[in-house]
């Protein structure tokens, strides 16, 4: 990969639970890792497009909904390989900007990636999950659980952004 991507990611948080999307493995060949994970609706912003636009675009093509883009909450770093390890990042680098978001129409939907054909699609499945159950899934990236009950009840516009290294 000779790229580093830029992505956006939407924390949309509502009467205790949390919109994510089970996604299959970024590395499906890394036993280390799981087979399927949990992820806020997000994914790269395309050449020319504003963050606030690519943000509304992926919650519409990953979920169907529509929703209102709020402050930017934190910004996520990812290589994988991860640090340390043999040719670090060079299969894998981004850096995702999280918005927190709020729903304001459309109807939920499992939504696609456009980028992939039919058969090698990566969404499994849309759903708004229980604040008191997210420690019953697997997230990622590994800091969100925390994150979410930390700011599920603060007011986004006085939250406070925050970095997070890839995993090593």
């Known amino acids: 990969m ?14 205790e639970r949390v919109l994510l999307i089970e996604h299959k493995s970024f590395a499906p ?10 992820i806020l609706p997000g994914g790269v912003v395309e050449r020319g497009e504003r963050l ?19 402050p930017l909450l934190f910004i996520k770093e990812l290589l994988y390989p991860f640090p340390g390890r ?5 299969v894998h680098h981004s850096v995702s900007l999280g918005f927190s978001c709020r ?11 456009p980028e992939f054909a039919p058969n090698e699609q990566v969404i499994m499945r849309v759903a708004w ?10 997230l990622y990236p590994p800091f969100l659980p ?14 406070t952004l925050e970095f997070f290294p890839s995993p090593q």
């Open 29 to 38: 060949d890394d036993p280390e890792l799981p087979s399927s994970y949990w």
């Open 52 to 70: 606030e636009e690519a943000v509304r675009r992926e919650m519409q093509e990953e979920t169907g909904l529509e929703c209102q883009v709020g």
């Open 2 to 15: 000779s790229q580093v991507r830029l992505r956006v990611s939407a924390l949309c948080i509502s009467e």
């Open 86 to 90: 043999e040719e670090q990042g060079k």
């Open 129 to 138: 999950i229980p604040l008191a159950e997210l420690e019953g899934y697997e």
């Open 103 to 113: 729903v304001s129409g459309g109807e939920m939907i499992t939504g696609s990636d």
């Open 146 to 159: 925390a994150y979410i009950h930390k700011h599920a009840s603060e007011d986004p516009t006085n939250a």
